[in-house]
């Protein structure tokens, strides 16, 4: 390729590697998308695609909002960029309180990220500065959970519970065990809400503690909901056990709310659904309802105040990100919260969440279906494998949803996802369910 690159070559393909993308199935048979309002997308040979997932689970508020698109276009008018680093602008500071505001108990400190996986490694390593600073340095020890997933990042990874991410790249950290999954299908098919059976998987941390000693481990972070692997919500009394355990033994507890902060549960952070108050939460996706790059962490009192000692010129925390805080994000995020306080978003997810959960579990007994689960606005079908092998079903049903269909939905393996935007009306959630219920039936 020369250095002077055409701004009228073809629309070529190959260039661009996908991620999480099956490259060389794409390229055959593209999936492309020109434009997006409210609750669809418009391909580029003009068909109007059903968003079934909020984009990737984050365009809560449903597409093409002005209020959004207009405040990042005067905020790029009034002020690009600014540098994070010993400078600061003003909606940086209103969005940290307004965040704080709406956190539960005494998360009141915000660390700005571009995304959750960024997130998800800020939080890691504010635990283990905390110990640090705190003169328990021998706490290093990360507890995560099998499928789980927290981000891409190395931290991430290595907390997570992934099987792909395991074979590809190993473990990146040393030091890290997990949690057994909270989902047995025997004991928890075709569940609504919150499995009844589960809470006592909790009690593995304290078999984690007798092996390690609680003087070396830093802090546990889960999912209140896994996404990525399925939609797996935690059992009752589930995630009150942990923080339970994690008080008696000192461990911080972090709850990784990427996918269900901002409404996907019906509150603006799963914790206070479940009544439990982490020490740290990370946010992403929902925050910006996808329209700018923008995550974070949300810290207690006490984890933040524990830095703020020593000479007063001095940085506190050796960590951060060019972008952090990014004035264009900002300005997306807060005119996204005033939607989302405006329009009573999160209220509507909870009066829709009988109806939305009657809807897809309708699909039970269509062939293949081995099991359904729903809470929030969030549905799960999981498939029986195909002769194709493991994630070939999900894979064609994906191509069918979009090519024959008109409906975005999200897979992992052979579990067919929907998560749509908070947006979504009565009517929808029925054409939703009845476009996926043929989806289903054409892979059979």
């Given at each position: 390729?020369?250095?002077?690159?055409?701004?009228?070559?073809?629309?070529?393909?190959?260039?661009?590697?996908?991620?999480?993308?099956a490259?060389?199935?794409?390229?055959?048979?593209?999936?492309?998308?020109?434009?997006?309002?409210?609750?669809?997308?418009?391909?580029?040979?003009?068909?109007?695609?059903?968003?079934?997932?909020?984009?990737?689970?984050?365009?809560?508020?449903?597409?093409?909002?002005?209020e959004?698109?207009?405040?990042?276009?005067?905020?790029?008018?009034?002020?690009?960029?600014?540098?994070?680093?010993?400078?600061?602008?003003?909606k940086?500071?209103q969005?940290?309180?307004?965040?704080?505001?709406m956190?539960?108990?005494?998360?009141?400190?915000?660390?700005?990220?571009?995304?959750?996986?960024?997130?998800?490694?800020?939080?890691?390593?504010?635990?283990?500065?905390?110990?640090?600073?705190?003169?328990?340095?021998?706490?290093?020890?990360?507890?995560?959970?099998?499928?789980?997933?927290?981000?891409?990042?190395?931290?991430?990874?290595?907390?997570?519970?992934?099987?792909?991410?395991?074979?590809?790249?190993?473990?990146?950290?040393?030091?890290?065990?997990?949690?057994?999954?909270?989902?047995?299908?025997?004991?928890?098919?075709?569940?609504?809400?919150?499995?009844?059976?589960?809470?006592?998987?909790?009690?593995?941390?304290?078999?984690?503690?007798g092996?390690?000693?609680?003087?070396?481990?830093?802090a546990?972070?889960?999912?209140?909901?896994?996404?990525?692997?399925?939609?797996?919500?935690?059992?009752?009394g589930?995630?009150?056990?942990?923080?339970?355990?994690?008080?008696?033994?000192?461990?911080?507890?972090?709850?990784?709310?990427?996918?269900?902060?901002?409404?996907?549960?019906?509150?603006?952070?799963?914790?206070?659904?479940?009544?439990?108050?982490?020490?740290?939460?990370?946010?992403a996706?929902g925050?910006?309802?996808?329209?700018?790059?923008?995550?974070?962490?949300?810290?207690?009192?006490?984890?933040?105040?524990?830095f703020?000692?020593?000479?007063?010129?001095?940085?506190?925390?050796?960590?951060?990100?060019?972008?952090?805080?990014?004035?264009?994000?900002?300005?997306?995020?807060?005119?996204?919260?005033?939607?989302?306080?405006?329009?009573?978003?999160?209220g509507?997810?909870?009066r829709?969440?009988?109806?939305?959960?009657?809807?897809?579990?309708?699909?039970?007994?269509?062939?293949?279906?081995?099991?359904?689960?729903?809470?929030?606005?969030?549905?799960?079908?999981?498939?029986?494998?195909?002769?194709?092998?493991?994630?070939?079903?999900?894979?064609?049903?994906?191509n069918?949803?979009?090519?024959?269909?008109?409906?975005?939905?999200?897979?992992?393996g052979?579990?067919?996802?929907?998560?749509?935007?908070l947006?979504?009306?009565?009517?929808?959630?029925?054409?939703?369910?009845?476009?996926?219920?043929?989806?289903i039936?054409?892979?059979?």
């Amino acid at each position: 390729m020369t250095s002077n690159a055409s701004t009228d070559l073809p629309n070529d393909l190959a260039a661009y590697w996908m991620p999480f993308t099956a490259n060389r199935a794409f390229k055959k048979a593209p999936r492309m998308l020109g434009r997006a309002k409210g609750m669809h997308y418009h391909t580029p040979d003009g068909r109007k695609v059903l968003d079934g997932v909020a984009g990737l689970w984050c365009v809560n508020t449903g597409h093409g909002r002005e209020e959004i698109v207009a405040a990042i276009q005067a905020q790029a008018q009034e002020m690009d960029y600014a540098p994070p680093f010993q400078i600061g602008h003003p909606k940086a500071f209103q969005l940290a309180s307004r965040l704080a505001a709406m956190a539960p108990g005494d998360l009141d400190h915000v660390f700005f990220t571009n995304s959750g996986s960024e997130a998800v490694d800020t939080a890691l390593k504010i635990a283990l500065a905390y110990w640090n600073v705190s003169g328990q340095g021998a706490r290093t020890r990360l507890v995560g959970r099998v499928r789980g997933y927290n981000g891409v990042g190395f931290g991430g990874i290595s907390v997570g519970g992934m099987v792909a991410n395991r074979k590809y790249f190993g473990s990146l950290l040393t030091g890290v065990d997990h949690l057994p999954t909270t989902y047995n299908r025997s004991e928890q098919a075709f569940t609504r809400g919150e499995p009844a059976w589960g809470a006592h998987l909790a009690d593995e941390l304290e078999n984690i503690v007798g092996l390690h000693d609680a003087s070396t481990l830093a802090a546990v972070i889960v999912e209140p909901m896994a996404g990525s692997t399925g939609a797996l919500p935690a059992p009752q009394g589930y995630l009150k056990r942990l923080r339970e355990i994690c008080d008696k033994y000192g461990i911080l507890l972090i709850f990784d709310e990427v996918i269900t902060g901002f409404g996907r549960l019906g509150h603006a952070f799963a914790a206070e659904r479940y009544g439990v108050i982490p020490d740290m939460i990370t946010f992403a996706k929902g925050v910006t309802a996808g329209a700018v790059p923008m995550g974070g962490v949300l810290v207690r009192k006490g984890i933040h105040d524990a830095f703020m000692k020593g000479p007063e010129h001095a940085v506190e925390l050796f960590h951060g990100y060019t972008y952090s805080a990014h004035p264009l994000a900002c300005a997306a995020a807060l005119a996204t919260l005033d939607i989302y306080a405006r329009e009573d978003l999160f209220g509507r997810v909870l009066r829709l969440e009988q109806l939305w959960g009657d809807a897809v579990h309708a699909l039970r007994g269509l062939p293949h279906v081995a099991d359904i689960r729903t809470i929030g606005l969030v549905g799960a079908i999981d498939l029986d494998p195909s002769d194709g092998g493991p994630g070939k079903r999900g894979f064609d049903a994906l191509n069918e949803a979009f090519h024959k269909q008109d409906l975005l939905i999200r897979t992992a393996g052979d579990t067919l996802v929907l998560a749509p935007p908070l947006i979504i009306s009565e009517s929808q959630i029925g054409e939703m369910t009845e476009k996926l219920g043929k989806v289903i039936r054409a892979v059979a």
